[in-house]
């Protein structure tokens, strides 16, 4: 799959009002009756942070390798996303039937095919869970996905941020000045490269670089109206 990604952050209770605008151009994906979908992810790095600091240096033409789980079906796949210096993403993924290491030849071909690591260089850092709604374009030329409920652990940490939603427009097209962005303008959302991993890095692991990303954090925080999750970026800020 290779597209164009932008992504955007709210309040939960943004949510219904989006909803509520696409219902005449976009169709919501059902599958066994199921709207809102589970997904689990464990993300993997070098003991450095390699690709994590490619991130948050703005270098291009980088990776993130995961193991996602779609929790409904109990569906695993290992994945690679490589963020060309053109913008675009490229997203290639195996059925693997491990969930929580690369020990695996199958692990180990697609890695070395597709990047420049093996399993060798590569450790856990983090998971991820969170439930997706799917909304496709009545036209077919965009993909939406909204996150909710989103959280991260590794080792005894767990965090979790429930009001936060992220949204992801996915379209094979360059310029998002239509569509979807439009909605999410009306709404008064604006874009935000919110990335799962780097969030769950900056968390779990507040040691970690992380000064290119502290205006996030403090969306983040500013989003949280009741002030009950401000505990959680208290590290970072």
């Known amino acids: 799959m290779t597209r164009t990604d932008v992504k955007y952050s709210c309040h939960i209770d943004q949510l219904s009002e989006v909803l509520e605008q696409a219902l005449t151009d976009y169709q919501i994906l059902e599958i066994d009756h199921r709207r809102l979908m589970g997904y689990e992810s464990l993300y993997f790095d070098t003991p450095g942070f390699e690709m994590y600091l490619k991130h948050h240096n703005r270098n291009l033409n980088r990776h993130k390798v995961r193991i996602r789980t779609y929790t409904d079906s ?3 796949f290992l994945e690679i996303k490589f963020k060309k210096n053109t913008g ?3 997203k290639q993924r195996i059925p693997y039937s491990r969930k929580t290491d690369l020990h695996d030849p199958a692990a180990r071909t697609f890695l070395v095919e597709n990047t420049s690591y093996t399993p060798e260089d590569l450790v856990p ?4 869970s969170f439930r997706r709604v799917t ?3 009545k036209t077919g030329i965009e993909r939406i996905t909204i996150d909710v409920l989103p959280g991260w652990w590794f080792n005894e940490q ?3 941020i429930p009001y936060l939603v992220i949204i ?3 379209s094979g097209r360059i310029n998002n ?3 979807f962005p439009l909605i999410l303008r009306d709404a008064r959302i604006h874009r935000n490269r919110l990335s799962k991993y780097c969030t769950g890095i900056n968390l779990l692991y507040p040691e970690v670089k992380y000064n290119r990303f502290k205006a996030k954090i403090l969306l983040l925080k500013k989003l949280d109206k009741t002030q009950n999750y401000a505990h959680i970026f208290a590290p970072l800020l």
Not at 125 to 128: D, E, N, R, Y
């Open 74 to 76: 109990d569906e695993t």
């Open 88 to 90: 675009t993403t490229v």
């Open 125 to 128: 850092k983090v998971f991820s």
């Open 135 to 137: 909304l496709v374009n």
């Open 158 to 160: 767990i965090k979790e």
């Open 168 to 170: 992801e427009v996915k």
């Open 177 to 179: 000045i239509e569509g």
